[in-house]
């Protein structure tokens, strides 16, 4: 019986997995290697010495700091682990050069962006991090480059050290009574916000993803993109480098700053398009930037337009460099080395699968819906980058949905704390949750965080981020055995929405989705009944019902050479109005989308990027 196969998957990876699984390829295969010899653990960047302590109590234990890509991938066939920071990269050719050897790579620090996560699961190599060790200390690198930049202190240093008393040359600018804006409201930007609001700073974030009791709590307002542009006086950056954040701090952003603002990024480099911000240091728009991190590193120093910059602090990705935060990754990662080399199931595993292949293979709908719908939810936050916008011309006749401030183009103040899931199946209250509450965890999760999702991590990962989950179970019609679920839905609460008609009459957005011939489809987005086939990136306009829409929409997707995959109206007779879905193979142009509002009837319209992750 499909479920109870599931569930036993559930008790042992929660039980972390005394026993593997035996279709769990990473860890089983790690463990036969364990068993028989005393693992050899290849370190490549300098470790905390307690770390490195507690690997050679179990463990064969090589450093080799500075290797190159050849000098790394000739060792990494003598190895069972390898443990780096962000210096070494750790590509395909590492992995395929290990040829089957090498069963877990330990990162010492949160970004996991330096290894091929595709290639590691490809190689049935389990990943695993230190996601909290640093947190402190990256928070406390970015106040310390707010208060050597707004005091010049690098430069003043500098210029000592060249022989010179020049006190007028330095004069700062106060932070007291001042406002900073965090971007990203998870674990670094919540230390940094706490620090700021000690040194007299008015504390904004903009985080379309962060719990917006959570922020109160803490005296710190959300505000939307716009709002955190427009008021501060520092921006402090501390969200992922996803695609939705890739160049987030561009022309347009600089623009929309406050005249003379100042920026910091302790987060990654791609998050400032770099060409942008040095535009806005030459006009003076931006007074200063304090960069730890850069979209190449290390940065080709001969002609970076950026460090040599007097207006410009750099350091060289130095967040984590404390004693304590690296004593702290080495022992939180070799743990999760020394662990995942037993066969065990960290909660700091990357790539972990999250269900053994034979049970994946018999719930894959269920699971891929639980997770589609999890990620479709999210994917509907109202963010920034959002590639959506709204009729301006049009009066909506919709309900509630619209007046609830639904339709932002530019990025509502989000700040959802709830997920509702509700389960219909014909188990009713006998239904284990656990896997699919999981998978809704880890589709909502995992494309805005740092944080990686697995089956025993998933619950506390979402109450870190001050998630509140509720479950419903409805016993539907069946005979309680054959089908698992007959429908199933997710709602987070308080959202603001970038597609107003995906938000439901209680102001949550609401997506429902079921399993029809072995698929995953979405059902119902808001009060509006669809059929989605859970996959790829679709188009949703919602619309006056009258004639010429879709063939006027048509025509501009095809002038921009967008390749409609299918197309589907769905209308409640109600109020006259319609969702259409398109599936679409690569994503119109803004200037499209922007014409496609202007369509005649046409309300709103929104990209839904790759509801369904790629299949493992
Ligand atoms: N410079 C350094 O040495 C270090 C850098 N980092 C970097 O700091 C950043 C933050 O790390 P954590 O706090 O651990 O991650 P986290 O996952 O706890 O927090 C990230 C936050 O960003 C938010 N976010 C996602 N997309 C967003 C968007 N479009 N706009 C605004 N907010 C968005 C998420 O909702 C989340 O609350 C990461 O980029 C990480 O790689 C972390 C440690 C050291
Ligand atoms: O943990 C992270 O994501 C960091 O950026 C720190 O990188 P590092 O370990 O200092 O190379």
Redesign the pocket.
Known sequence: MAWSLADRAVRRSAAAARRPAAGRRCCARVEAVYATHRATVLVTEKLGDAGLDRLRLTCNVETAYGLTQEELCAKVSLVDALIVRSGTKVTRAVFEASHGRLKVVGRA???VDNVDLAAATEAGCLVVNA?TA??V??AE?GIALLCAMARNIPQADASMKAGSWDRSAYVGTSLAGKTIAV???????SEVSRRARGLGLTVVA?????SAEKAAAQGVQLVTFDEALQVADFHTL?????P??KG?FNDSAFARMKRGARIIN???GGVIDEAALLRALESKQVAQAAL??FLEEPPSFENHPLVHRPDVICTP????STTEAQEGVALEVVEAVVDALAGNLSVNAVNAPMVPAEILRELQPYIVLAEGLGRAAVGLVS???SSSSSASSSSSSSSSSSSSGGAHSQGGKGGFGDIAITYSSPRGDDLDTRLLRAMVIKGVLEE????KVNLVNADLLARN?GLRITEVSIRAGGDGTSEVLTSMSVALGTADSKFSAAVDRTNRIYVEGRVTGGAPFLTKIGNFDVELAVQGSVMLTRQRDQPGIVGGVGMLLSRDNVNISFMTVSRTAKDGEAIMAIGIDSEPSPATLEEITRVKGVIEVTIFKEVAPPQR
Request: glycine share 16%.
């Open positions: 620090g949160v970004g996601p640093n947190t200390a990256a690198h971007y990203g409201f998870g674990k670094v930007g903009y985080d379309p993803y962060a501390h969200m992922p480098l996803t939705g954040t987030l302790v987060a990654r730890d991190v990705h130095l967040g984590a963010n920034s980058t805005t965080t740092t944080s981020r």
